[in-house]
């Protein structure tokens, strides 16, 4: 089956969802430029006091949302997406001191030094929605959910690379802002992470969920590749018949 950015966005979709058995919606990201949002997202709900994890968190559960420098809550993911500069409490280390996430500053502006950014001003609104509903190929997808259905993304993408190996680059922070939005924007590839401090505290991500990212232009070929992978590697390893008979021999030896 061939994949185009031209097939409806609710077919590549629901292929996404019925090869990778999620339980809540793939996001569709678009990094909207400065200036009047566009009449395609009039029925957005446009959120105030919200983190980007947050609003991701909405999206993932069915919902069409905004968020710009006005809205968004956490400093971190406002610097992460050029609305504002990096308060110099978290700069300069003592702020993730005071969250108990490390012990030593220098460790804190280590972290924060190598994060990547966005240019200060290119983007004006952060939308998010189900990918079902995106208007069109998004800047960015973005999936929440358990380690071993993010893993067949990952398996799925290298596949369309070739078989180059896949890069997964984190800080264990900002990880649903730099790892999953910034990073696959700014490089183009897909980045994975295990999730952070903040996006775990902040919203529902469960224990045994973690967070993927990657250019909305890969789609497509991710999506065939998730087919080919659903013809036989995805039903078999899940199948576990290989455990099954180490467990059967165990037993028969009991």
Request: charged share 20%.
């Amino acid at each position: 089956m061939n994949a185009s950015v031209d097939e409806p966005r609710d077919e590549l979709a629901r292929d996404l969802g019925t090869v990778l058995g999620m339980a809540t919606d793939p996001v569709a990201v678009f990094l909207l430029p400065p200036g009047p949002v566009a009449p395609e997202w009039d029925g957005s709900a446009r959120l105030k006091g919200h983190r980007w994890c947050q609003a991701l968190m909405r999206a993932r559960h069915g919902e069409s949302v905004l968020l710009d420098a006005e809205g968004i809550a956490c400093p971190a993911a406002a610097a992460a997406f050029g609305f504002k500069p990096l308060p110099e409490n978290l700069a300069n280390g003592p702020g993730l001191v005071g969250f108990g996430i490390v012990t030593d500053p220098a460790v804190g502006r280590e972290m924060f030094r190598g994060m990547t950014r966005l240019a200060p001003g290119s983007v004006g609104t952060l939308a998010a929605c189900p990918l079902r509903m995106a208007p069109g190929i998004p800047d960015v997808v973005v999936l929440e959910g358990p380690p071993e259905i993010l893993m067949w993304v990952a398996l799925a993408d290298l596949n369309a690379a070739g078989g180059a190996r896949r890069q997964g680059d984190t800080a264990v922070l900002q990880a649903t802002c730099v790892d999953a939005v910034v990073i696959p924007h700014v490089q183009q590839r897909l980045n994975f992470s295990l999730g952070c401090y903040g996006c775990r505290e902040a919203t529902d991500l469960g224990p045994d969920e973690t967070v993927l990212g990657f250019p909305g232009a890969r789609l497509p070929a991710i999506r065939v590749a998730l087919d080919a992978l659903n013809g036989k590697a995805v039903p078999r390893s899940r199948a576990k018949a290989v455990y099954q008979n180490l467990m059967r021999k165990e037993d028969s030896h009991g």
